[in-house]
């Protein structure tokens, strides 16, 4: 495809699918959406750091060819459109790519960015790695015990978007329906949303959960739920990711009922379920008996912003939206305007999630550079004004203070 304002680098190639696997070139043409906001501060900071490690890593045999394609505020100035089809297509054809925070009204306005991105992407499984980094501050008492890494269902449930307004013509026709054909008494002043879950959507997440726990050594996957009382949706996503664990990994997991039986979990991944409230105090109270989360869109949510507060916030979760094989990483928190072009904010989200990107292309050994660098510039108390305040003898840095730090302990 040609691209209007999408310049696609020349010394680049793209990341191609053989064989049902990604394949990627020395010189790979990776997307970057530089975002809302405090994005342009944390992208610059990120892209300095994620250079330096792969230099460092590599010694020049391998380097990143950068795309920048467009969403949010930057689109509209130059398209017209908030999320243009180009950027779009672009993410289909060369299938890796990361991006800052976007500007989502609270309560009206146009749809929600990231929302959309998933849902025209199929990016279906939203990926939350938590884990503590010596050094940061924590309100827990022993948040190294915190090693989760979250799958949360990106397409379904009440952020398929599926509602209608109070009052509105569409939600008086829904409720007169429910009311009249269906037997329930809804007030007709309700405003209406519908919460779609699928075997389908719920099968693929959990088949990629326990992949997931598979190949990294997790000992087990615990399918998050409100099926004590939604028992047609949330009810029906546990019952599903127990039936896919049976029917595809049969032979390498085990019900948790099972091994209280007396059936051994010897080398296998154990599945266990636990009801959505109760699992936020137990990663409070008992967070060590749980590596990997599989659970429907909004516990996810919920979820993976409270149990990244146990071990230093959002402002240093990274996140990945991902699909059979499009990836696209992202700061998990919001573009805090008020800081907008101050360089004072904390890259962390946005730098752990290229990370993470790392990662997904194989990448491991810059991956594991920036990790290692990173702990050891919070050992040093070199921190942005976040953690600074929270540190007590901390050097306060600016944000591309903070990236030449990192890139200097590399």
């Known amino acids: 495809m040609t691209f209007n304002k999408i ?11 053989r064989e049902g696997k990604l394949h990627v070139p020395d010189h790979p043409i990776l997307a970057f959406i530089e975002g809302d906001g ?6 610059r900071a990120s892209l300095r750091i994620w250079n330096a490690a792969v230099q460092k890593a590599y010694g020049g045999q391998r380097q990143i060819a950068w795309m920048e394609i467009y969403a949010g505020e930057n689109a509209d100035r130059l398209y017209g459109s908030y999320l243009p089809q180009e950027t779009l297509q672009a993410m289909k054809e060369f299938l890796v790519g990361i991006k800052g925070p976007l500007t ?18 199929d990016l279906y499984a939203c990926v939350r790695p938590v884990r503590w980094f010596p050094g940061v501050p924590s309100p827990l008492r022993r948040p190294d015990l915190v090693d989760v890494v979250i799958f949360r269902e990106n397409t379904e449930d009440v952020y398929a978007g599926i509602e209608w307004a109070s009052g509105s013509p569409e939600a008086q026709r829904v409720i007169s329906f429910l009311n009249e054909e269906m037997g329930t008494e809804i007030s007709p002043e309700a405003g209406i949303g519908i919460k779609p879950i699928t075997e389908f959507g719920t099968k693929r997440l959990v088949r990629k959960a326990i992949r997931h726990a598979l190949e990294n050594g997790r000992k087990s996957v615990t399918l998050v739920h409100k099926g004590n009382i939604q028992k047609y949706t949330e009810g029906a996503f546990r019952n599903w ?24 979990a010897e ?10 409230d109760i699992m936020f105090q137990m990663m409070l109270l008992r967070p060590s008996e749980f590596e990997v989360i599989a659970t429907p ?5 919920y979820l993976s912003d409270a149990v990244a507060a146990e071990v230093g916030g959002v402002g240093i979760a990274p996140g990945g939206n991902i699909s059979d094989f499009i990836a696209l990483f992202e700061a998990t928190h919001g573009t805090a305007p008020k800081y907008s072009n101050q360089d004072k904010v904390n890259p962390g989200s946005l730098l752990l999630s290229g990370v993470m990107m790392l990662d997904y292309v194989g990448w491991k050994e ?28 901390a050097k306060e840095v600016r944000t591309s203070e903070f990236a030449s730090a990192i890139i200097a302990n590399l």
């Open 7 to 17: 310049v696609v680098p020349a010394e680049g190639e793209r990341i191609t699918i």
């Open 38 to 43: 405090i994005g342009p501060d944390i992208t």
């Open 104 to 121: 989502t009204p609270v309560g009206g306005g146009f749809r929600s960015l990231n929302v959309t991105l998933r849902q025209e992407l």
């Open 241 to 264: 990711g127990y039936e896919l664990a049976r029917e595809e990994f049969g032979d390498v997991t085990v019900a948790e009922e099972d091994t209280w039986a007396g059936k051994s």
């Open 267 to 276: 080398g296998k991944v154990v599945i266990k379920d636990r009801i959505a």
């Open 297 to 301: 869109n909004l516990n996810g949510d």
């Open 366 to 393: 810059a991956a594991r550079a920036i990790i290692d660098a990173y702990v050891k510039t919070v050992a040093q108390k070199i921190v942005t004004y976040d953690f600074a305040r929270q540190m007590e003898g």
